[in-house]
């Protein structure tokens, strides 16, 4: 299970009722954030979630309005008694920006580990899921980030017999341990069928719909994706300021097969989201225009029965 | 007059309902901004007040609650299309500290002035009133400011007529300027009276209650000042924290014969200040446990009546 929540949707600066756009989810006891604006930290307070069990912070780009509330989130970790490392994603510079940052947050009581985003896609993994970077189009450099949490096979007792596996190492392999018995190794694989669908989030925001995305965002369970600006006709300005139009978001969501397509990263001019949803469903139904806090829990498919 | 709003009243990190302690103030169409947390460009936005005229920012000093909000709010007051100048005074390094957070905010279309606070006492000249620093007592170098407005005397006829000066220059004198007719100079103190009583601001936060603050508050007709604490027994508390108790900052107040006191800086572990104001009341009773965003024209005495 993955617990997806969309702290804020705006974009450029935060507004009364708007956080600017971050996004956390949580699964197995381990947090991870995407983008940290001026009042993520307020955000996630809000949403009564903590801000203690972020172990990766990824950063899409360098623009203020993605990264302005990085110190005060990384200064209030540290009060809430955080002393494991963190681990921070980001393109190319992400020492040099962060430790300026940190003039006003110099002493904490956790580690934080860098690491730079160099190629065009990356892969990292981490415990219980593994980070994808993909660049993206803005005006400087900027990543999108998928989510991806796998899921083994279904336990087989007929394979598991089948590969004289003893009963009482099942549910150790269970658990993914390998065990050694009477001079013979036995591996999860041993025991469990084929590999099942697991669950995937991709996000992105602040550039142009780009092809790769919608190559990156494949099949995903749910895309989050910026969709600066609402009305028919702002094309031309999406183009302009390398943003993207609801319509361009929902037809990258489209071509991606997604299961469903949230829109966030609004402009401060487009007060009514929900007013534009339209363009966006006539292009991919499950598309939804979201608020501050929305929270969704990604479940893995269900059994079939037999 | 002078405009005088309170922004926020949070101490160490920003909350739900809470902004950061910042302190705005309005006169003849300029303004003055004390500290910049984290949300105070939002606090600013929700009170409907405009970034863009601010054309000085006093920090108390550096510690993140108080100056994480600077680099956003510089970007949007860069929106905001300002080009004048905008004034930075703070304690030494403030050129360093500013500049390593404006990584985030490199381009702006306005300089950034700064004045470095290093005397204990310092006093600087602005069009339409005066910003007076003080050093405080906090676990870093920390400084309350003092915003001062004169009042000319009130025009005088018969000291006009007295001294010579034609009636035709009149209205250019009291607007402050020199005048020179016929080979001789008329200036505004030849048709004013005494200077009268102007006003008086006085802000500081993070600091233990020293005399010095007694002093530098006498007869302000506003005291804005920091208690951390409200609950009786917290003294000690506040002594290790370095800041003050409801008790301690109202019995400053009544020591500089201030006319009303404002608490802020509130503890996050202070859910209702409200519940200690009586604290405060009985060593003081003109104080008061402000909420954000509360605001108060401060005018200059009435004339009495020939």
């Not at 994603?89 to 580990?113: H, Q, S, W």
């Not at 991709?202 to 994706?225: K, M, N, V």
Request: with cysteine; net charge neutral; glycine share 8%.
């Amino acid at each position: 299970m993955l617990e997806v929540c969309l702290l804020g949707t705006g974009g450029m600066m935060p507004l009364p009722g708007r956080f600017l756009t971050a996004c956390m989810t949580r699964c197995n006891g381990s947090s991870l954030l995407i983008d940290c604006g001026e009042g993520t930290q307020v955000a996630i307070r809000k949403k009564g979630w903590s801000c203690h069990d972020i172990d990766v912070i990824c950063i899409t780009h360098w623009h203020g309005d993605h990264v302005s509330g990085l110190p005060g989130l990384l200064l209030s970790m540290g009060n809430s008694e955080r002393t494991r490392p963190v681990t921070l994603i980001g393109p190319k510079g992400i020492a040099d920006v962060v430790n300026a940052l940190r003039i006003i947050a110099p002493e904490l009581p956790f580690a934080v580990e860098y690491r730079e985003l160099t190629e065009n896609k990356e892969q990292i993994e981490f415990p219980g899921y593994t980070v994808e970077a993909f660049r993206v189009s803005h005006n400087i450099v900027c990543y999108g980030y998928t989510q991806r949490i796998s899921r083994a096979g279904k336990f087989d007792p007929e394979k598991a017999k089948k590969n004289a596996v003893p009963m009482k190492v099942w549910s150790r392999l269970q658990k993914g341990q390998t065990v050694e018995e009477d001079g013979i190794v036995y591996t999860q694989d041993m025991i469990l069928g084929p590999q099942r669908k697991g669950l995937k989030l991709t996000y992105c925001t602040d550039t142009r719909p780009i092809r790769q995305i919608a190559a990156c965002a494949e099949g995903a369970d749910l895309f989050i994706c910026e969709g600066m600006y609402g009305e028919p006709g702002s094309e031309a300005k999406a183009k302009d300021h390398k943003h993207m139009t609801f319509a361009e978001a929902a037809a990258l969501a489209a071509h991606a097969n997604v299961a469903e397509l949230w829109l966030t990263h609004y402009s401060p001019s487009l007060a009514y989201p929900k007013a534009f949803e339209w363009v966006a469903k006539e292009l991919f139904a499950n598309s939804r225009t979201c608020r501050d806090g929305y929270t969704k829990m990604l479940e893995f498919e269900k059994d079939e029965e037999k």
